[in-house]
């Protein structure tokens, strides 16, 4: 799977749009890009997914560059319960929970 | 909604202990995942079973083992407990190649 990359950290006012960036320039054609949050010391949760198209759920919203070697997960209205760190990882067949390598991520903090 | 139940909770155990974890998927997913995540650090897949057969296998050591049975749970046997097998360990299901769900976890401590 590709390896991408994250900032460590970001800051985000309460209702405000959260965006969070991550590259991933070695990803191959048949790589997803999926997003995963972890609320401290809870299972991951499953945001959003997608191939080469934006992608909207009642999450959030992705969008991937048309070279897709970059995307930006965007939290519409940002509440402190989204406070948590958020993972972006590139993962090939598409699906499911194989193998998915997180990273360090990126620690969101929304501030009051 | 159903979610998928981890137990126990929390385990405590001693070095050279056996451990085993159980995983309780959502009715009718087919797919379960176990992951580790060790203190400070991301977690990392063990292994995947999709209908009762191994589907991919991480970073397993040798003296752990798991299984999924006919109804679909799950269970990860750990023997020969060492002070690093200390971790959270979640397991997530998912109907085929769909959205996957994970649970709470089990926090083991190897004392």
């Known amino acids: 799977d590709a390896k991408t990359t994250q900032p460590p950290s970001m800051d985000c006012a309460e209702g405000r749009a959260a965006n969070l960036p991550c590259n991933h320039s070695t990803i191959s054609g048949n790589e997803y890009v999926y997003w995963y949050r972890q609320i401290h010391s809870q299972g991951p949760q499953y945001i959003i997914h997608g191939l080469k198209n934006n992608e909207t759920n009642e999450m959030a919203s992705l969008i991937i560059t048309e070279d897709r070697k970059s995307s930006t997960l965007i939290l519409p209205h940002a509440t402190l319960r989204d406070t948590a760190v958020y993972y972006c990882i590139a993962q090939g067949s598409g699906g499911g929970a194989d193998g998915l390598t997180f990273g360090k991520g990126t620690h969101l903090i929304i501030q009051p | 909604a159903a979610g998928v139940i981890q137990s126990p909770r929390h385990l405590i155990k001693e070095k050279r202990e056996t451990a085993t974890l159980k995983c309780y998927p959502i009715?009718?997913?087919?797919?379960v995942y176990w992951y580790q995540q060790g203190p400070g650090q991301d977690p990392q897949f063990l292994i995947s079973?999709?209908?009762?057969?191994?589907?991919d296998k991480g970073s397993i050591p040798d003296r752990f083992s798991a299984q999924q049975f006919s109804d679909y749970h799950s269970e990860l046997n750990m023997s020969s407990l060492e002070l690093g097998d200390s971790a959270l360990y979640f397991c997530a299901s998912s109907l085929g190649r769909l959205e996957a769900f994970f649970g709470q976890g089990t926090r083991l401590t190897v004392v």
């Open positions: 079973f999709y209908e009762k057969m191994q589907s």
């Open positions: 009715p009718r997913h087919d797919t």
